[in-house]
């Protein structure tokens, strides 16, 4: 029976038919595909608030994992298209929530002047609440045009499988859906939401740290820079390291890119234009589609990447690559 095995396995090579060995994992490989964006509002009309949406959808029509962004003060929901355009090729319906109060609307108006003053009036505790209740009234919508048979979006999107990322005050706002609260009673978690990306994350303005972020049980993955202060407020760089240490509940993985600044995360360019190129971007794109791959997808290989050498491969010798121990489980 062996002789016959290894005849039967040589007249198979012969003619090409040995298997390839496996493809190695890769999150920056993508198909040569061009992903076309659409936008959409969706009224609150409990809250009387408008909220602007782009989504980034992938190829095919089956429903794709959802992916949601908040962006920074000041920003809009045609920010950062790197990350949408990337995110979608690699099979994610990805969606871009503007938050009315504290997007593009706030200095675009102003005088020259009087931008800072009025940037430094939206990051209010009223717009930190506003943008938490945004993104249920974006999850409610989404899950009504995903059943409805005649919208652009209906039976692309597998709500199953939710993640939330953001920056900067979007990092927060993330921060907060993900679990953080001084106390349960205050907590503004979202339920449906299985993995949080936060860039440029930032501490509990007051309270114990420990306490505040003891209710994130999700996974998350932090990103920050040696130089990631704030434009706005008096957040430095070493404040953004007091996050990690705290998630003690969920895995969790954090980088500090070596001389990376506030902006080295975001892309102002309207959508559909070409990605950044410093090497953040890059890095980016890799680390947070391993995350993603790893917990909402639940590939093995992805969590392997991350947990091996393999991540530091698309960073350099200054930058930190870590995890909590939770994180190898």
Same mark, same amino acid.
Request: proline share 6%.
């Given at each position: 029976?062996?002789?016959?095995?290894?005849?039967?396995?040589?007249?198979?090579?012969?003619?090409?038919?040995?298997?390839?060995?496996?493809? %190695?994992?890769?999150?920056?490989?993508?198909? /040569?595909?061009?992903?076309?964006?659409?936008?959409? /509002?969706?009224? #609150?009309?409990?809250?009387?608030?408008?909220?602007?949406?782009?989504?980034?959808?992938?190829?095919?029509?089956?429903? $794709?994992?959802?992916?949601?962004?908040?962006?920074?003060?000041?920003?809009? @929901?045609?920010?950062?298209?790197?990350?949408?355009?990337?995110?979608?090729?690699?099979?994610?319906?990805?969606?871009?929530?503007? !938050?009315?109060?504290?997007?593009?609307?706030?200095?675009?108006?102003?005088?020259?002047?009087?931008?800072?003053?009025?940037?430094?009036? $939206?990051?209010?505790?009223?717009?930190?609440?506003?943008?938490?209740? #945004?993104? +249920?009234?974006?999850?409610?919508?989404?899950? =009504?045009?995903?059943?409805?048979? #005649?919208?652009?979006?209906?039976? =692309?999107?597998?709500?199953?499988?939710?993640?939330?990322?953001?920056?900067?005050?979007? %990092?927060?706002?993330?921060?907060?859906?993900?679990?953080?609260?001084?106390?349960? @009673?205050?907590?503004?978690?979202?339920? @449906?939401?299985?993995?949080?990306?936060?860039?440029?994350?930032? &501490?509990?303005?007051?309270?114990?740290?420990?306490?505040?972020?003891?209710?994130?049980?999700? +996974?998350?993955?932090?990103?920050?820079?040696?130089?990631?202060?704030?434009?706005?407020?008096?957040?430095? &760089?070493? #404040?953004?390291?007091?996050?990690?240490?705290?998630?003690?509940?969920?895995?969790?993985?954090?980088?500090?890119?070596?001389?990376?600044?506030?902006?080295?995360?975001?892309? @102002?360019?309207? $959508?559909?234009?070409?990605?950044?190129?410093? =090497?953040? !971007?890059?890095?980016?794109?890799?680390?947070?589609?391993?995350?993603?791959? %790893?917990?909402?997808?639940?590939?093995?290989?992805?969590? $392997?990447?991350?947990?091996?050498?393999?991540?530091?491969?698309?960073?350099?010798?200054?930058?930190?690559?870590?995890?909590?121990?939770?994180?190898?489980?």
């Amino acid at each position: 029976m062996k002789s016959i095995a290894v005849w039967v396995l040589a007249m198979a090579a012969t003619a090409g038919f040995v298997a390839a060995e496996p493809l %190695a994992y890769d999150p920056l490989k993508v198909p /040569e595909v061009e992903i076309v964006s659409k936008t959409f /509002e969706v009224k #609150d009309a409990g809250r009387n608030r408008t909220l602007p949406i782009r989504v980034y959808l992938p190829e095919g029509k089956d429903a $794709a994992p959802v992916i949601l962004f908040s962006h920074g003060l000041g920003g809009s @929901r045609d920010n950062s298209p790197y990350l949408g355009n990337h995110w979608a090729k690699r099979g994610y319906a990805v969606v871009f929530v503007q !938050h009315p109060g504290s997007d593009e609307s706030v200095w675009k108006d102003a005088a020259m002047l009087e931008r800072m003053g009025a940037m430094k009036q $939206a990051a209010s505790i009223e717009n930190y609440l506003n943008r938490a209740k #945004d993104v +249920p009234a974006v999850i409610d919508a989404l899950t =009504r045009w995903n059943g409805e048979k #005649d919208h652009a979006l209906s039976g =692309r999107l597998d709500l199953e499988h939710l993640g939330m990322s953001g920056h900067s005050f979007g %990092a927060q706002t993330t921060q907060a859906l993900a679990g953080q609260g001084a106390r349960p @009673r205050l907590s503004l978690a979202e339920p @449906r939401i299985d993995a949080a990306v936060m860039m440029s994350p930032s &501490p509990p303005a007051i309270g114990d740290p420990a306490k505040s972020f003891a209710g994130i049980k999700i +996974p998350c993955l932090l990103l920050t820079g040696t130089r990631d202060d704030s434009p706005i407020g008096n957040t430095t &760089p070493a #404040d953004r390291l007091k996050v990690f240490p705290h998630l003690n509940q969920a895995p969790a993985w954090q980088v500090v890119f070596d001389q990376a600044t506030h902006m080295d995360f975001g892309q @102002r360019e309207k $959508a559909g234009s070409a990605a950044g190129s410093t =090497r953040y !971007h890059k890095a980016i794109l890799a680390l947070t589609t391993a995350f993603w791959d %790893a917990e909402l997808k639940a590939k093995p290989e992805a969590k $392997a990447w991350l947990n091996g050498e393999k991540a530091r491969s698309v960073l350099v010798a200054a930058d930190r690559w870590e995890s909590n121990g939770k994180a190898k489980e």
